[in-house]
Nanobody
Framework: QVQLVESGGGLVQAGGSLRLSCDAS????????MGWFRQAPGKEREFVAA????????YYADSVKGRFTISRDNAKNTVYLRIDSLKPEDTAVYYC??????????????????WGQGTQVTVSS
């Protein structure tokens, strides 16, 4: 069992930056691949970024490549999402999630077992 708690969201102006954190408790964090997803009002939850348990690679949605950076610190049981050059369309609730799925499937939210409660990111123009 893994519990996930996101933090770091807030209201920022377009062009600004944020770093979201996802703190994990429970056993086996370092064996889970981690993903970030977001859900805007009236839209489906969408994949943003993922990092395997090894931290050897990172994966991003095309819409965020070059602006979002995912990383993890297994010693701290934490995964991060750095967001630069924020745009109003980045406004959403951001969720972190944990999965044992292979790297080829990290974009599929249905394969994630554990989810956090989400943190709101609002970008003003």
């Amino acid at each position: 069992q893994v519990q996930l708690v996101e933090s770091g969201g807030g209201l920022v102006q377009a062009g600004g930056s944020l770093r979201l954190s996802c703190d994990a408790s429970g056993r086996g964090f370092s064996t889970y691949s981690m993903g970030w997803f977001r859900q805007a009002p009236g839209k489906e939850r969408e994949f943003v970024a993922a990092i395997p348990w090894t931290g050897s690679n990172t994966y991003y949605a095309d819409s965020v490549k070059g602006r979002f950076t995912i990383s993890r610190d297994n010693a701290k049981n934490t995964v991060y999402l750095r967001i630069d050059s924020l745009k109003p369309e980045d406004t959403a609730v951001y969720y972190c999630a944990a999965t044992t799925a292979g790297s080829a499937y990290l974009q599929d939210p249905g394969l994630y077992t554990y989810w956090g409660q989400g943190t709101q990111v609002t970008v003003s123009s």
